[in-house]
Structure formats: C-alpha cells, structure tokens
C-alpha cells in the first residue's frame, strides 16, 4: 500500500481500492494538508503558523522515535529525541531585532519574517540510564512512551487546527449553520 500525497482525501490505495487510512498510518507517513497558493495569506496568523509548526515537529519527532525503534538491535546506537517546546516558546515572547517603534496601533511595525516561522526542532541524545552491554541506549519501552505521548499531541494539534477551520467556515457562512 502506498499513501497518497497529491490530494486531501486521506486515503491508501491498494489493489482492491482505495481504503480510508487510520490515523496511525496518517501519522506515521506524515501526512496532513499543506496550505499554498493564494490562500496562504489567510492563514499566516500566529495561530495557523503555531499549529502546521507543532505538526511538523510531531512528524518528524515520531520519525525519530521510529528510527530509534528501528536501531534497537543496532550496536552502539545513541537514541535521540527531539526539543521543540523551548525553541517555540522563546519565538513566541521575542521581540524582533531593530523592530520599529510604533506610536499608534495602526502603524506598519517593520516586520518581514514572524520569529514564529523560523522556529526549528534541536535533536538531543536521550539519556539512558541503563545502555546496553554493547552501547546502545534505545529504551524500548521509554521510546513507546514517547511515541503514544507524541501521537497524543499530534492528535490534539490535529483537533485545535478542525476547530479553527470550523470557525473560519462559520464567519465565512456569516454565522449561519
């Protein structure tokens, strides 16, 4: 089976059709809408811009946690893991740089690029306290935690971002059901 990535209809193909995926498929393929074209513009608010950040992170975190998975037997392998959350939090309470000071609200403040956007995930190595004798440090049950923890996450992310577009759907409606 292979995940389609050109649409938004979530669906994997196989030979007796297409199926709907679950969501530990979708998730694992990292697989959720990319806003683009002329749109994008309605969407570039910090909320938006926090939610496809906190996204993209669960994905590529869950890719790592997977990989560490993967290298369980690997000698010598060091888990990592990723940090996001300190990184977001500092974006979310800078100020800019050489941002221009205002005198009135409606006044341009000379911003180009929200620090928001320039967010990146760090990669650590996980601390095991008990490697194994031949120096892998992958924790089975400790990167499973991580995982299910993550997926939860993934899965809050997914529900903040349906009810922010079920907002925009209502005031695009006018209010109207």
Do not use: C, W
């Amino acid at each position: 089976m292979q995940a389609d990535h050109a649409g938004y209809n979530n669906q994997i193909h196989s030979k007796s059709g297409p199926e709907i995926a679950s969501s530990s498929q979708i998730l694992l393929v990292g697989y959720y809408p990319k806003i683009s074209g002329f749109m994008s513009g309605m969407f570039e608010n910090n909320l938006f811009t926090l939610i496809q950040k906190t996204l993209d992170f669960r994905t590529q975190r869950q890719d790592l946690l997977t990989s560490n998975i993967a290298n369980k037997d690997t000698p010598g392998y060091k888990a990592e893991d990723m940090v996001f959350e300190k990184s977001l939090e500092k974006a979310l309470h800078a100020e800019e740089p050489g941002l221009l000071k205002t005198t009135n609200s409606r006044h341009f403040d000379g911003r180009n690029t929200p620090p928001l956007k320039l967010v990146q995930a760090q990669r650590i190595h996980s601390a095991s306290p008990f490697p194994d004798f031949d120096g892998n440090t992958v924790d089975l049950d400790r990167e499973m935690a991580k995982m299910a923890e993550n997926q939860l996450m993934y899965n809050a992310s997914i529900r903040m971002l349906t009810h922010q577009f079920r907002m925009l759907k209502t005031a695009i409606k006018e209010g109207r059901l």
